[in-house]
């Protein structure tokens, strides 16, 4: 199970950012994905989470109405809109899934239970 964010960089207050997360190594189509993020001094905390369909989303208090998640199941990706960034949102922003204890072979891919990180990709909002 691999999973490779992009995206992030410098941005003003205000502006937007795309964050994608690239998954392979398992059968992503399964499982919900999330999106974590962690600032300087403080703990890891949720941003976002979408359903293995797609048909549903949940997002902090702090980010409804600005941040939007997505994925193409087809493509194996999740994304993250992030629009009218403020400088609190600077932190560096994880692509996480948990797939439930046990050991699979599906879809042509054998993986094991567990909860996989991706390694993150810093946003940085300031002026």
């Known amino acids: 199970v691999q999973l490779v964010e992009s995206g992030g960089g410098l941005v003003q207050p205000g502006g937007s950012l795309r964050l994608s997360c690239a998954a392979s190594?398992?059968?992503?189509?399964?499982?919900?994905m999330s999106w974590y993020r962690q600032a300087p001094g403080k703990e890891r905390e949720l941003v976002a989470t979408?359903?293995?369909?797609?048909?549903?989303?949940e997002y902090a208090n702090s980010t409804k109405g600005r941040f939007t998640i997505s994925r193409d199941n087809a493509k194996n990706t999740v994304a993250l809109q992030m629009n009218s960034l403020k400088p609190e949102d600077t932190a560096i922003y994880y692509c996480?899934?948990?797939?439930?204890?046990?050991?699979?072979?599906?879809?042509?891919?054998?993986?094991?239970?567990?909860?996989?990180w991706g390694q993150g990709t810093q946003v940085t909002v300031s002026s």
């Open positions: 996480y899934t948990k797939i439930p204890r046990g050991h699979y072979f599906l879809g042509g891919y054998f993986f094991a239970g567990g909860d996989y």
């Open positions: 190594g398992f059968t992503f189509s399964t499982y919900d």
């Open positions: 979408i359903t293995s369909t797609g048909g549903s989303t």
